[in-house]
């Protein structure tokens, strides 16, 4: 069976973020049957519409984008701030919209799992539920059959970020057979990649 392109977002800077942790964790369990990129939000600048306006979008968007185009599912550990995204994850999502045409080839029907660990008691389920108005304008895919919002990370996870607690091991692993399954069944568009690939660069004139 083809390997699925997975690209893996964690959506804090935190050097010993445990949305990180989860990510890897999510990328060990998958056995092989993924190939996981891991995106880092730490040079992504603050959204601007006059930097845009004057310099376009940077190219680290640009490359972001073009892995999300190519990939076949979206992984996303999003952290709880305030019952909500925190501001570095909505303001990279900001930037991946733009050009707002873009919307289209970048994020349409690509299957995307919310997945989420607080060392609190909440599981970032309000994280969860503030994805969805997100996912949903941006014409995505979401896995919602089994969720992935865990609690007491400063528990589950080992100082040097291994998952340890064996209970949550099996709930990262079912977790991830039925993503990897969704995934296989919802496989994200029927077009030629050229199509797409001509239109992230705003050209559809090799296509039509
Ligand atoms: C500004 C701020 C707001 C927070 N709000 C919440 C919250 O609403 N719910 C929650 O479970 N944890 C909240 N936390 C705690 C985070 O879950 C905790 O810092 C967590 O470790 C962040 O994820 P990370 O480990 O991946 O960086 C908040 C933390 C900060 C700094």
Not at 89 to 101: G, S
Not at 191 to 198: A, E, G, N, T, V
Request: charged share 20%; with cysteine; proline share 5%.
């Amino acid at each position: 069976m083809r390997k699925l392109k997975i690209v893996g977002i964690s959506g804090s800077l935190r050097e010993d973020s445990f949305n990180q942790m989860l990510i890897q964790a999510l990328d060990h369990s998958s056995e092989n049957s993924c190939l996981f990129s891991h995106i880092s939000l730490r040079d992504i600048p603050l959204y601007n519409q006059d930097d845009e306006k004057e310099m376009g979008v940077p190219s680290l968007i640009l490359e972001i984008q073009s892995q999300l185009v190519e990939c076949d599912g979206l992984l996303i550990a999003s952290p709880e701030y305030n019952h909500s995204i925190p501001g570095v994850l909505k303001n990279a999502f900001d930037w991946l919209t733009r050009p707002a045409e873009k919307i289209e080839t970048v994020f349409r029907d690509l299957p995307v799992g919310i997945v989420g660990v607080t060392p609190g008691k909440g599981g970032t389920v309000l994280a969860q539920k503030a994805w969805q108005p997100i996912i949903q304008t941006l014409g995505m895919k979401p896995f919602r059959l089994s969720s992935l919002a865990l609690s007491d990370a400063e528990q589950i996870f080992s100082r040097s970020g291994e998952l340890i607690d064996e209970q949550v091991l099996g709930d990262v692993e079912h977790f991830m057979k039925g993503y990897t399954q969704f995934i296989r069944n919802n496989t994200r568009n029927s077009l030629p990649d050229y199509y797409y690939r001509s239109h992230l660069e705003g050209d559809l004139s090799t296509y039509f």
